[in-house]
């Protein structure tokens, strides 16, 4: 069973920065897609990034050029670089792992960005 844990959300003003991360359990983070979505209230989940197991990234246009994900193998960790953020950006961020049509997500960390 894979266990993913995120942290690093907070509060931050417009134009600010965070760095989210997703700490994952088990042997098989190395050879799955990492990805972050995120969701406020009474809408649908939103899809924000994701990077293959071979560190080839896409981004939502609505976060391209102001977000980065990353991935440390090693550490069984991926990362969300969150740079010139907007009140818009605030919602509860969630991590995802997929490998062979499985999925396992985390318990969300929330993000608020305002003044």
């Known amino acids: 069973q894979v266990q993913l844990v995120e942290s690093g959300g907070g509060l931050v003003q417009p134009g600010g920065s965070l760095r989210l991360s997703c700490r994952a359990s088990g042997s098989i983070f190395s050879m799955s897609a990492m990805s972050w979505y995120r969701q406020v209230p009474e809408k649908e989940r939103e899809f924000v990034a994701t990077i293959s197991s071979r560190y080839s990234a896409i981004y939502a246009n609505s976060v391209k050029g102001r977000f980065t994900i990353s991935r440390e193998n090693v550490k069984n960790e991926v990362y969300l670089q969150m740079n010139n953020l907007k009140p818009e950006d605030t919602a509860f961020y969630y991590c995802?792992?997929?490998?062979?049509?499985?999925?396992?997500w985390g318990q969300g960390t929330q993000v608020t960005v305002s003044s």
């Open positions: 995802r792992l997929s490998i062979d049509y499985h999925e396992y």
